[in-house]
Nanobody
Framework: QVQIGESGGGVMHAGGSLRLSCVFS??????????MGWFRRRTPYHEREFLG?????????NVVDSVRGRFSIPVDSAEDTVYLEMNDLEAEDTAVYYC????????????????????WGRGIQVTVSS
C-alpha cells in the first residue's frame, strides 16, 4: 500500500513564500516510483493543473512556464520527501495542492499528465491574501 501525504499549507500574504512537503511511503519493498509531481486545483470547477515533477533516475525537474522562477521542486531522498518551494506568492496561487507519484518508467520524458500519475495525496489548501 502506497501512502502519500501533503503538509505545510495555510494562509499567506501575497509576496510571501511557502514550502509544501510531500511524504510518501510504501508498505511493500517492491514499490518504486519513477517520478513525483505537483498539481493544483484553483476551484472545484477547474481542472487539476500540472505544476512540475522530478524524475528519480537523474533528479531532473520540469516546472511549467507559468510558475517557473517562482516555484521549484527540491527533494530529500533520505527522508522520502519531495517539496514544492513557492516564492513571491500571488493571490492566483490560491488552490488545493496535490502531490502524486508516477510509475511510468517507460516514459522518455518527465510525466506531466494526470493519467501518468498513479498515486495521489488528498491535497492541501494554500490561500494567498492580497
Amino acid at each position: 500500500q502506497v501512502q502519500i501525504g501533503e503538509s505545510g499549507g495555510g494562509v499567506m500574504h501575497a509576496g510571501g513564500s511557502l514550502r509544501l512537503s510531500c511524504v510518501f511511503s510504501a508498505h511493500t519493498f517492491t514499490f518504486r516510483s519513477s517520478a513525483m509531481g505537483w498539481f493544483r486545483r484553483r476551484t472545484p470547477y477547474h481542472e487539476r493543473e500540472f505544476l512540475g515533477a522530478i524524475r528519480w533516475s537523474d533528479r531532473t525537474t520540469n516546472v511549467v512556464d507559468s510558475v517557473r522562477g517562482r516555484f521549484s521542486i527540491p527533494v530529500d531522498s533520505a527522508e522520502d520527501t519531495v517539496y514544492l518551494e513557492m516564492n513571491d506568492l500571488e493571490a492566483e496561487d490560491t488552490a488545493v495542492y496535490y502531490c502524486a507519484a508516477s510509475t511510468r518508467f517507460q516514459l522518455q520524458r518527465i510525466p506531466m499528465f494526470e493519467t501518468e500519475f498513479l498515486y495521489w495525496g488528498r491535497g492541501i489548501q494554500v490561500t494567498v491574501s492580497s
